[in-house]
Each structure stands twice: as C-alpha cells, then as structure tokens.
C-alpha cells in the first residue's frame, strides 16, 4: 500500500514543492556537487546493500491453486541468489483476508493460508540466510484487518477490552467529523458499527481500521509483535503507511494551512516522532536490524525519521520525483505532454544532496505500489525494450542510496494493459474507478489512464519461462500474465549473455566493487539537457561518469571540463559500448575517468 498522496493531493504537493525546490536548484545544478564524507569501515551494512522485492502472489506458484506460495520462493532461491542481490523485502505474508492484497492482517503472527505455514516461512529464512541474503518484512500497523481478533472484539461491545485498540466515535455526539478515506467509495472514513452505536475509523478501506497508537497498551502489543519476528532471525521492517499512525484526536476540521491535501495533514500527527522514537528504542535498538520509513513530504519532514541524533528510523523512501508527472486533481493521470525532465532530475539531485548531509535514502523506479518501471520510465516497444531496461537498472544501481529493486524488472517486464475494469483486482483503481463512475466521469479515458499508472500492472505473474503461465504455476493464475511471456522470461534471458538479466547482474557487481557509486559525491553534468540524466559520483579521488539518455533519439551531453579522453567504459547497455558524449537512443555508458 502507498501512502496515497495521489487524486487531488499528490500533484498539488508536487507542484508546490518542485515550484520552490527546482528554482533554487536551477541556478546551481550545473556547478552544484553534493558533498560526502569518506565511508568509515564501521559504516552499517545496510548502507551498501541491494535490495530486491518479492510479491509473494505474483512470483512462483507451488501447489497450481493460482497463487504464489512461500514454498514457490524457496524453489527459486538459487535464482535470487544469482542476482547478487543482499536482501529480499517480502510483501505481506501474515494471515488475512486479502481485501488489499495482505495489506489488511488478520493474525500478526501466522501465515495467510494461501502462501503456506510458519514451517515454510522458517525454511525460506534458512533458505534466504544459508545463502547470505537477508529478510525484510512488511510492518503494516497503522491499521489491521476488520476480520482481526482484536477488532472483531471491539465492534461488539463498548465494554470490550479492545474497543479502545482503535478510534471511535459515538454515535450520541452526533455525525462525526469528516476524513477522507483514500480506499473508501464514499471517500469517507468514518463508518458507522450497529453494535457499539459509534463509528470507527479507516483511514483506508473499511475493511481496514485504523489502530490507536495514543493507546500505550497497542503500541506495547506491536512491539511484542514485532520482538516476534525479529526473534525468529529477520533482518528488518519496512513500516507500512507508518507516517499516519499518529491521530489529532481533537478531530478539528482540516486546517487551512493544508490547503486541501489530506495525506499531509494525516502524516502530521502530534506525536508521530515520539512513538518512532519509543519503537527504536523499546525493540529497534535491541537488534542489527534495517528499517525504512514509507514516510511523505517535504525534505524536512522526511528527514526527521532518519536523521541519526533523532533514533527514529534507518532510511526513508520519498514520492516526489516517483509520483511526479500525473495531472492535477486526478487520480494517477498521465500527463499526455509527458513529463517536465530536466524538473524531474532536479529534483533527485535535491534529495540526493538532502541525504548526502544527514541520515541515509533510497533509490528505486518500481515496486508494488507502481506500475512497471519500464512502462513508467522507459519505453516497453520491441525496439527499446531492452536498451531501455538496461538504462533503468543502470539509474538505480549507480545513485546515492540503497537501492531497492522490484521483481521482474531484472528481465523487463512490462505494463499489461488491461482494457477492462473486470481484469483488474486492486482496490486502489476499483475504488477510484467507482468514484469516477458515480461523479459521471470519463471512464475510458480512465482505463486508458490506468495503462499506464496502475499497480495492478506491477503485479502480474512472474514470467519464468515460454511454458503455460509463464511457467508461474499449473492454476490460472490470480492475475492475467502478460501474453509477452513467450519472448521475455528469465529462461530465454539466461542463455543471452546481452540479455537485461545478465545486464543488472552485471550492473549489481560493478555498484559492489566501486564504493564511488555507493558513497560517492553527486554532481549533476549539464542539468539543463531535455535527454540526458548526467552525473558524476566521486571518492577518494576516483570519479566515475554516468550518462543515461532517456529518449529515443541520439542526444548529446556537454561534458565541458570532464576529460574523456582516457575514460574507460565501466559498462554500456550497447555492444562495443564507447567513451562518448553523443549517445544512441536509450543509451547507458558508465565510465571511469
């Protein structure tokens, strides 16, 4: 689950802060270096690894029930292994009753049935670990599931020992307040409960009510939870919708100074940083453990979660430049203009420089909550598919931060597509396309839309091999596969030593052998060009170039005062790759200088 700035919220917020940040950034980019310390040998291993996501649904299915298992993953270790990789970050696997996809837990502490037992999550772990790979999982504990023990014995009674788990309000004092609901067809968070004549809230779906963190005995329950997990041998969290956990428990109206945008102001509760800080140091600090903080906003926000003096959290994901280019006002519409780019390059290198002075980022173009980077962020026809896919493995793995990549991207997998509202299964667009529905809107201009932007593209089945499925398993699958399955799966790709598979391997090694591209200082090279997303990263006096040409077109980069006349070529997305400032169309050249 995202935490969804989109519809009205996100583009305004996009807007306003690309409005102050890029203008400041235009006047220095080009001159601008973003300064780093030399890595100490005690920095923490998190810092340097790479990390690639698994959608347990969607990545092998073991038993032909149409749905990836626990026990799928662990027939693929040794593939995962392959990769290089460091970690894994598993979706949610707890039990639940899937309304979003595991996102809605049930039972903290068991397996959803679909992906099998404890043993089998037990033999994963040893399997992850034998092979030298850690384990991240989902915490998602600003809500649970209405189908949870906890809540089903809140809603029963006023007496009930859970009631206070989570936010009610009494029916007696009237409607409540009004919230906005980002999965709720209604767009209202409130729901009315017979039972306990009161109502209670969910900042998503109603299936999926909001926990009361201004409870100190609902906290102590998710850090026993929590001590659970960490116990058994994983390696970290990443903290689910995290930054909504803390409630205005006046319920005021929304203040104008939010202008609207609701995310926000529920990503500023009065004592967020307060209860990060007990987690880190109740449970967080007790072990060597990574967190990452699904955190929203501005720098200055973000930042409040990993600044180290603070205790919080690790590293932080931020939205702006992955949720930039979508029309104001609408959910997840594409501009059909495309993308300012030269704005959207500004705006890592301002979060580059941003973490390069405290605390620690990350860097990715996909994961469950996005479509397929490829689709997004390149160009998924025949011609480019592969250049292009090699160029977005080249962005991810050679930018200050660790770098976070989802499945199947490491062979290209694409956009699906669907032209009907009937193949779609995530809550997400059904809700919005039921708002869209009821306002009389545009809906095939919706779906159209969808193609583009939707999770549900960056969900489908893993494309193993040609066979029935994609090889994903004997059952029809949860989600349609992409009919490409045939030309783009991993066994094809295994046997090409050009392939985009053998390319991101590649890539992974040479982030692992040069600390430059880990640590490195960023400049950005020739800011203001409309093709190309230019860089050097530099350490201890090596410094390697990295020139990405996001058009299909030749372009050409001004490498005024970079000396290319001795570079060596480090790795290219082209065969006989060249030391050159002209590039072919989707050309990746990283070159040491």
């Known amino acids: 689950m995202r935490l969804v700035l989109q519809s009205t919220l996100l583009p305004i917020l996009a807007m306003a802060l690309l409005l102050g940040a890029c203008k400041q950034a235009t006047q220095k980019a080009n001159q601008s ?40 993953i662990i027939s693929k270790l040794d593939y995962v ?4 990789i460091d970690m894994v970050w598993l979706n949610p696997i707890y039990a639940s009753p899937n309304k979003d996809n595991g996102y809605d837990i049930s039972d903290y502490q068991n397996i959803m049935k679909e992906f099998g037992t404890m043993q089998d999550f037990d033999a994963l772990l040893k399997g992850f670990h034998d092979r030298e790979i850690k384990v991240f999982m ?49 767009g209202d968070a409130w729901e ?145 203009k495309g993308y300012d780019f030269v704005a959207w390059k500004k705006i890592y290198a301002k979060w580059t420089e941003a973490f390069a002075q405290k605390g620690w980022g990350t860097i990715y173009l996909a994961n469950h909550d996005q479509p397929r980077m490829l689709t997004r962020w390149g160009n998924d026809t025949p ?41 779609y299964n995530d809550i997400e667009l059904l809700t919005n396309y039921a708002q869209v529905k009821a306002k009389g809107g545009d809906l095939k201009r919706f779906l159209e839309g969808m193609k583009i932007s939707s999770r549900d593209n ?12 994609g090889g994903f398993g004997a059952g029809k699958p949860w989600l349609k596969v992409n009919p490409n399955y045939t030309s783009v799966n991993v066994a094809a790709q295994e046997k090409d030593p050009n392939s985009v598979l053998n390319y991101f391997r590649k890539m992974v090694q040479l982030r692992k052998k040069e600390r430059a591209l880990i640590y490195g200082d960023f400049k950005l090279v020739d800011a203001e060009n409309p093709s190309i997303f230019a860089y050097t990263r530099s350490l201890e006096g090596r410094t390697i170039l990295v020139l990405l040409n996001f058009k299909a077109v030749e372009a050409k980069v001004n490498t005024e005062g970079l000396d290319l006349s001795k570079a060596k070529v480090l790795l290219g997305n082209y065969p006989n790759s060249k030391a050159t400032n002209q590039l072919k169309p989707y050309e990746a050249l990283v070159l040491s200088l």
């Not at 969607?58 to 298992?69: C, E, H, P, R």
């Not at 292994?81 to 290089?84: A, H, I, P, R, V």
């Open 81 to 84: 292994k392959s990769l290089g």
């Open 192 to 336: 009315y409960n017979k039972a306990t004549n009161s109502y209670y809230l969910h900042y998503f779906a109603d299936a999926q009510p909001d926990l009361n963190w201004e409870n100190p005995q609902l906290r102590q329950e998710i850090y026993k939870m929590m001590r659970f997990w960490l116990d058994k041998g994983i390696d970290g969290f990443r903290l689910d919708a995290i930054a909504f956990c803390s409630k205005d428990t006046t319920w005021q109206p929304l203040p104008a100074e939010y202008n609207g945008q609701w995310g926000m102001y529920y990503a500023s509760g009065p004592h967020l940083h307060d209860y990060m800080q007990e987690m880190n140091r109740e449970v967080l600090s007790k072990y060597n453990v990574a967190t990452v903080a699904e955190a929203m906003g501005d720098v200055e926000r973000v930042m409040k979660f990993v600044a180290p003096e603070r205790k919080e959290l690790n590293m932080a994901y931020y939205f702006e430049a992955i949720d930039f280019g979508y029309l104001p006002n609408e959910y997840k519409m594409p501009d059909p």
């Open 458 to 469: 960056g969900r489908t089945p893993m494309q193993w091999d040609d066979s029935d499925n």
């Open 138 to 186: 989902d915490l998602v504990v600003n809500h649970c599931s209405s189908e949870h023990a906890w809540f089903k014995s809140a809603r029963s009674s006023r007496n009930s020992p859970y009631y206070k788990y989570f936010h009610w309000w009494p029916a007696e004092k009237g409607k409540p307040p009004y919230r906005w609901s980002i999965f709720d067809e209604k």
């Open 383 to 423: 011609e480019f598919r592969d250049a292009s896919s090699k160029l977005l493995s080249t962005f991810i793995l050679s930018m200050r931060g660790t770098a976070f990549y989802y499945y199947g991207d490491e062979i290209g997998m694409s956009n699906i597509k669907f032209d009907k509202v009937e193949d």
């Open 33 to 72: 270096t973003v300064k780093t310390t030399a890595p100490a040998s005690s920095e923490p291993w998190w810092k340097e690894a790479v990390v690639y996501q698994i959608y347990p649904r969607s990545f092998k299915d073991s038993n032909g029930d149409g749905v990836g298992d626990l026990q799928g």
